[in-house]
Nanobody, 127 residues
């Protein structure tokens, strides 16, 4: 059983930054692709970013390209999301997720492709 725990959310002003973390336990972290998703109030959960087990490939939603950076430290079983130049529209609960059977050809961007989820961390950006 894989367990994922997010942290690092909070309240920031427009233009601010936050570093989100996702600590994994109970599985073989180095074999998983990992992803970040977010869900704003009243909206569906949407893809934010993903990273392969080796960190050789990453993918981002267009809305966060150039502002967010995904990374991972396999020695610490931890994934990160560096969020910069935050905007009010980035306000959401941010979730990390693990893809236990990643494709060799692409990074998954759909919620159904991920097997385990964390409980989420709230990010609120004030205008």
């Amino acid at each position: 059983q894989v367990q994922l725990v997010e942290s690092g959310g909070g309240l920031v002003q427009t233009g601010g930054s936050l570093r989100l973390s996702c600590a994994a336990s109970g599985g073989t972290f180095t074999s998983y692709a990992m992803g970040w998703f977010r869900q704003a109030a009243g909206k569906e959960r949407q893809f934010v970013a993903a990273i392969t087990w080796s960190s050789r490939a990453t993918d981002y939603a267009d809305s966060v390209k150039g502002r967010f950076t995904i990374s991972r430290d396999n020695t610490k079983n931890t994934m990160y999301l560096e969020t910069n130049n935050l905007k009010p529209e980035d306000t959401a609960v941010y979730y990390c997720a693990a893809d236990l059977t990643p494709s060799s050809f692409y990074l998954a961007t759909g919620t159904a492709e991920y097997d385990y989820w964390g409980q989420g961390t709230q990010v609120t950006v004030s205008s």
